[in-house]
C-alpha cells in the first residue's frame, strides 16, 4: 500500500482552489468542477489512477475520464466500495476523524450529495465552525465548513492508497510551484 501525502494534496488544493490547472478541463458550466477539483486533489497527494472503464478513477483528457473523476456519487462509490481495486481508498467517518486532505461531500436537499469541498484544515477541534475547505464551482479556499447551507453531510477519510500495476502518465505536473 502507498501513503497518501496529505500535506502535498493540501498544498495543490491552495494552489488551485481560486483558479485552474490547464492540464484539466474546467467542468464549471456543464454540471460543476468540484469534483474534478477534488480528484485532482487527491492525485496531487500520490493516489495512482485506475484506468478500468466505467468502473475506474482516471482523467486522460475532458472527454475520456472515468465517471468517479467528476461525479460526486460515481466518486464516493469508488472511494468506499468494497472491491479493493487499485487507487485512493476511503471511509466514511465521523466528522470529528476528518484530516487535512479528506473530502467532505454535501447534500443541500437531505436526500442527494452534490457537492466535493476538500478539508484543507481541521483547527483545534474538528468542528464544522473550524474545519476549512477549499472547492470548485463556488471557488473557495480557507472556507469555514458551516458557511454552507447543507442538510446532510458525508465525511470522507482517506485511508490508502492501493497501487495499479501499469500507469499512464499523469496530465502535467501537479506538484505546486516551489516558492
Known amino acids: ?3 497518501y501525502d496529505r500535506e502535498a494534496a493540501v498544498a495543490y488544493a491552495h494552489r488551485w482552489a481560486f483558479d485552474r490547472n490547464p492540464d484539466f478541463y474546467n467542468y464549471d458550466g456543464i454540471g460543476g468542477d468540484c469534483t474534478n477539483f477534488a480528484s485532482q486533489v487527491l492525485l496531487a497527494g500520490g493516489a495512482p489512477m485506475n484506468y478500468t472503464p466505467t468502473f475506474g478513477w482516471y482523467y486522460m483528457d475532458a472527454n475520456n475520464k ?3 473523476w467528476t461525479g460526486v456519487e460515481y466518486l464516493f462509490r469508488f ?3 468494497d472491491n479493493p481495486r487499485c487507487g485512493p481508498r476511503g471511509m466514511v467517518v ?3 476523524q476528518i484530516e487535512p486532505g479528506d473530502i467532505i461531500q454535501l447534500s443541500f436537499d437531505g436526500e442527494t450529495f ?3 469541498p476538500v478539508v484543507v484544515s481541521v483547527g483545534s477541534e474538528p468542528t464544522p465552525e473550524q474545519i476549512l475547505v477549499a472547492a470548485h464551482t463556488i ?6 465548513l458551516a458557511t454552507y447551507d447543507y442538510q446532510a453531510l458525508r465525511p470522507v477519510h482517506i485511508t490508502h492508497l ?4 501499469a500507469s499512464s502518465p499523469v496530465p502535467g505536473d501537479l506538484r505546486p510551484p516551489q516558492s
Not at 139 to 144: E, L
Not at 162 to 165: K, L, S, T, V, W
Open 79 to 81: 472511494l468506499t466500495g
Open 66 to 68: 472515468a465517471p468517479a
Open 139 to 144: 471557488d473557495s479556499d480557507n472556507r469555514p
Open 114 to 116: 452534490a457537492h466535493s
Open 1 to 3: 500500500m502507498l501513503q
Open 94 to 96: 465521523p466528522l470529528e
Open 162 to 165: 492501493i497501487p495499479c500495476r
